[in-house]
């Protein structure tokens, strides 16, 4: 078993999901083990496949095998694998995370129904997934990521019973749906332009110059636009937080591992790309930026747990996209291998809370839980300050890395923002843990009947918080060294610019400052369960107050724009099909066949010798126009 | 040259004999013309120098088919004296048109065509055992499908025909 | 010998009665003994092609032979038809049968 035989990886799943598709209604406890078993493979040879990767040695990387997939004319297309540094740190995240949501599946989905297929379709989850961030060419990596969108249209829809359920899934599918365009429209000019689809090729062609300048810009910036539908980020940020319609693990694999990230690979992958067509990295720097800003603001003034934590991934994203759009791939990989874990630590604990308060989510009803829900509420807590960026939690790293990459803006706008965005992240992930945890209860009723959950939900919370913990550490020489690596993680990812990490100092203080003060002011504000403060801060500008509440009016414009627009032209062209094509097309040639056959009837006249006379008629015209026409 | 001048004898004959079968107000008269005709068309092969065939046309047409129409004018016959009131339909008129004009065509390119070379200019004098080999062997398919037709048009006939009971 | 022109001028002449006598007249039995002219105006046709212009001279009476046995056939059928028309409407007349229309 060698890394040229990643596609095991994706394989094992895959038909694992076929399995349990068909029998798994039948199977004893409905194939939940098989499900775990699958992707449990799928972990454990991924190791085997790190191992025989580092030890291929660097000379030979990346690790590519493909197989003549059709002819068609003259065009030979080639389907393959091609595993390199990212892809690793990508097997990684997608194979950890999937396990640990399919363990904590066992618990979380116990006695659901269609319990069977909630599992099948989280292993062709993570199998496109895995598909997904190994293929070596555009047209297998278009074919997966629409698999992640169908996967994530059925688990978001998983209740489909629920007309918000549904609703949801309709609004991620064609949100993701617009994107998606661009990246095909994209795809299909990169293909034009350079005749293959393999994306290494194609990276060669553009840094030889052979792709126009304009075409380039415009085509990446397609290729973008399905990068931002994927990933959340604003303008099409708005279906990630009604995603949490979905079963919580769902939650925690789009946001952490599977959906999302799809959109951040795509442009680590690319990068070569987007730096060839100049402005494009500019473009997405700001969409990062603006992302960033927004999701945090929107964050403050939501009250379901699930649904501060969707904005917080929607913000982060913006943070891996500013790492990328300042040209530093490896920032973007460690920040999304650092929040895959403990986003998914976040997401598993609030299922977590879900099932131990029986269903409630809502801050309003919870606090004080804390003695309750020890082990979940401790794991929270760790994710929490990973989140906000305390030292030396995995978030703390990684954001640094994040600041340092940005600041290779002039003028350091680029940085304030990204500062600005991480204080508001750390405000709102204390509100978070204070509101829920800390305080007295907010609803006895609840608070009574909570009850810590059981095994198969807790450990998987303690391992992702170790990895939450240490995770960021790999960023030093000395332990991606002493766990294999040829160096920390930002030399492993990207190798030919070797850059030793170095702390920061002065960045590193600042960030401190940054997730202190926001915590601080956080605890300030919520600290002991009261609202007072906040409710205060609510009423000194109640428009921004009401503003943020509606989230920038996203939704109501994206409304508004659907009711005016598409509804007024659908009305259009639905007068156009009732009186154009149906009454005068459709009924009119009928009435006219109908008032003609009245009328020709009467040439009917039942006597032969008319028909004869006819007939005779016939033959003298024929031969008469064959005389005139032969000359 | 004395042939000639009987073929011209004939000619008319059978154009005034086909007249009166389309003309003549009693069916019964045009039966008798019609046999004329067929008589004449006989004459006609014989002048082509196919002996054989007016011999097929006197017995066949001559023969078994003026018979049979004579004796389905018989089955039909309505009142044993009198003729109809109108023995043409009302597109008389037209059909002289139509039947003027085809006539007008029709003459005009046998006339106006110029025929590749005759061969004929001894006569053919088919001698019978070559009818006969060309229609039994190279034939023979064609001949074997038509003894069916007939057998079938046989059948039919007869079942069309026949009394039926309770009518 | 009388040319070929002669033949097909009288086959045409035959051959037109016979259009008129279908067309114009109203009697069953007439319209047959009119088509058996066609049929003859044809068959003379045929006759005179294949003593002109055929070298072999025998196709054109052969296939003389296989109209008259068509022709035979079809009128055995059509007077059967005929009678059977006049047992049920007591008419010959083929303006009388008009019940084939809307």
């Given at each position: 078993m060698g890394a040229e035989q990643a596609w095991l990886l994706a394989a094992v799943p895959a038909g694992m999901f076929v399995v349990l598709s068909f029998f798994g209604r039948y199977?004893?406890?409905?194939g939940d083990f098989l499900g775990v078993l699958a992707i449990g493979t799928s972990f454990v040879l991924f190791f085997f496949v790190l191992y025989d990767f580092l030890h291929t040695?660097?000379?030979?990387?990346p690790i590519v095998k493909d197989i003549k997939?059709?002819?068609?004319g003259d065009f030979r297309l080639r389907m393959g694998i091609f595993v390199d540094q990212i892809t690793i740190v990508m097997f990684g995240v997608v194979t950890t995370v999937s396990l640990m949501v399919n363990i904590f599946s066992v618990g979380y989905m116990?006695?659901?129904?269609r319990y069977w297929w909630f599992f099948a379709v989280l292993q062709l989850f993570a199998a496109s997934m895995l598909m997904l961030v190994m293929a070596d060419n555009l047209l297998l990596l278009y074919i997966s990521w629409e698999l992640v969108g169908v996967c994530s249209f059925l688990l978001i829809g998983?209740?489909?019973?629920?007309r918000s359920a549904t609703e949801a899934a309709k609004k991620a599918f064609i949100t993701t749906r617009i994107g998606d365009v661009g990246l095909l429209i994209g795809i299909i000019l990169l293909w034009k332009a350079?005749?293959?689809?393999?994306i290494q090729g194609i990276i060669h062609q553009a840094q030889a110059g052979e792709i126009g300048h304009t075409y380039l810009f415009v085509t990446m910036c397609f290729v973008f636009l399905g990068a931002m539908g994927k990933s959340a980020?604003?303008?099409?940020?708005?279906w990630l937080p009604d995603a949490?319609?979905?079963p919580t693990p769902v939650s925690a694999l789009i946001h952490?591992?599977?959906?999302?990230?799809a959109g951040v690979y795509l442009v680590a992958r690319l990068l070569p790309l987007f730096e060839v067509a100049d402005g494009t990295l500019v473009i997405v720097t700001i969409v990062g930026l603006v992302t960033a800003l927004l999701s945090g603001f929107m964050a403050l003034?939501?009250?379901?747990i699930k649904k501060v934590l969707a904005y917080s991934t929607v913000g982060q994203l913006g943070f891996m996209f500013v790492a990328l759009g300042s040209g530093n791939p490896s920032a973007a990989m460690f920040h999304l291998t650092t929040h895959a874990f403990f986003k998914a630590l976040l997401f598993l604990a609030a299922g977590s809370v879900i099932i131990g308060t029986h269903h409630n989510q809502e801050m309003d009803k919870l606090g004080g839980l804390w003695k309750k829900l020890p082990i979940t509420g401790t794991t929270f807590l760790v994710g929490s300050l990973a989140l906000a960026g305390?030292?030396?939690?995995a978030g703390f790293w990684s954001k640094d890395e994040v600041l340092h990459a940005s600041?290779?803006?002039?003028?350091g706008w680029a940085l304030i923002i990204l500062g600005f965005a991480a204080i508001v992240t750390a405000f709102y992930s204390t509100r978070l843990f204070v509101r829920t945890?800390?305080?007295?209860?907010?609803?006895e009723h609840v608070y009574e009947q909570t009850r810590e959950t059981g095994l198969a939900m807790t450990l998987p919370l303690v391992f992702l918080a170790i990895l939450s913990v240490?995770?960021?550490?790999?960023?030093f020489h000395g332990v991606g060294r002493a766990i294999g690596?040829?160096?920390g993680i930002t030399e492993f990812v990207f190798l030919d610019q070797p850059e030793r990490y170095h702390v920061d100092w002065g960045l590193a203080g600042g960030s401190f400052v940054i997730a202190t003060v926001g915590i601080f002011f956080g605890a300030w504000v919520y600290w002991g369960g009261s609202l007072a403060r906040s409710t205060r801060m609510a009423e000194f500008q109640p428009g921004v107050y009401t503003m943020l509440q509606h989230k920038f009016y996203f939704d109501e414009l994206y409304q508004g724009v659907v009711d005016r627009g598409v509804l007024g032209f659908s009305y259009i062209v639905s007068w156009f099909d009732r009186y154009?094509?149906?009454?005068?097309?459709v009924d009119g040639s009928a009435q006219m066949t109908g008032y003609t056959g009245f009328l020709l009837k009467?040439?009917?006249?039942?006597k032969v010798p008319n028909y004869a006379m006819a007939i005779a008629l016939g033959v003298v015209l024929l031969a008469v126009a064959g005389l005139v026409t032969r000359g | 040259m004395a042939t000639e001048v009987l073929w011209w004898i004939f000619a008319a004959a059978i154009v005034v004999a086909s007249a009166g079968v389309v003309f003549s107000r009693s069916v019964i008269h045009s039966a008798i013309f019609l046999i004329m005709s067929l008589a004449g068309v006989g004459a006609m092969y014989v002048f082509l120098t196919v002996e054989f065939l007016a011999l097929v046309q006197f017995l066949?047409?001559?023969?078994a088919v003026t018979v049979l129409i004579l004796l389905a004018l018989m089955l039909t016959?309505?009142?044993?004296?009198g003729l109809p009131d109108?023995?043409?339909?009302?597109?008389a008129p037209f059909a002289a048109v139509v039947a003027l004009g085809l006539m007008a065509i029709l003459i005009g390119v046998a006339v106006g065509t110029d025929w590749?070379?005759?061969?004929?200019?001894?006569?053919?004098?088919?001698p019978i055992e070559q009818i006969s080999e060309k229609l039994f062997i190279d034939f023979g398919p064609p001949f074997m499908i038509a003894s069916v037709l007939l057998l079938v048009a046989l059948v039919g006939a007869i079942i069309l025909a026949r009394q039926e009971e309770g009518e | 010998m009388v040319p070929l022109e002669n033949y097909l001028a009288l086959s045409a002449i035959l051959f037109s009665l016979g259009v008129y006598g279908v067309l114009a007249r109203r009697n069953a039995v007439l319209i047959l003994m009119s088509v058996e002219l066609m049929l003859n105006a044809v068959s003379i046709n045929f006759v005179a092609f294949a003593v002109y212009l055929?070298?072999?001279?025998?196709t054109g009476a052969i296939f003389a032979v296989f109209v008259i046995t068509v022709a035979a056939a079809e009128v055995g059928l059509a007077l059967a038809i005929v009678i059977r028309l006049f047992r049920n409407r007591a008419t010959s007349n083929v303006d009388e049968a008009a019940i084939m229309k809307w």
């Open positions: 199977l004893p406890r409905k040695g660097e000379t030979h990387w997939w059709s002819n068609i116990k006695g659901e129904a998983f209740y489909w019973e629920k350079t005749g293959t689809f393999n980020q604003v303008p099409f940020h708005v949490m319609e979905g952490a591992a599977t959906m999302v990230v003034t939501q009250t379901d305390v030292v030396p939690l600041r290779s803006w002039d003028g945890f800390l305080g007295k209860p907010n609803d240490v995770s960021g550490l790999v960023i690596f040829p160096g154009v094509v149906n009454d005068t097309g009467y040439l009917q006249t039942g | 066949i047409y001559g023969g016959r309505t009142s044993v004296t109108k023995v043409n339909g009302a597109q590749p070379g005759n061969v004929s200019d001894t006569p053919a004098n088919i | 055929d070298p072999g001279k025998i």
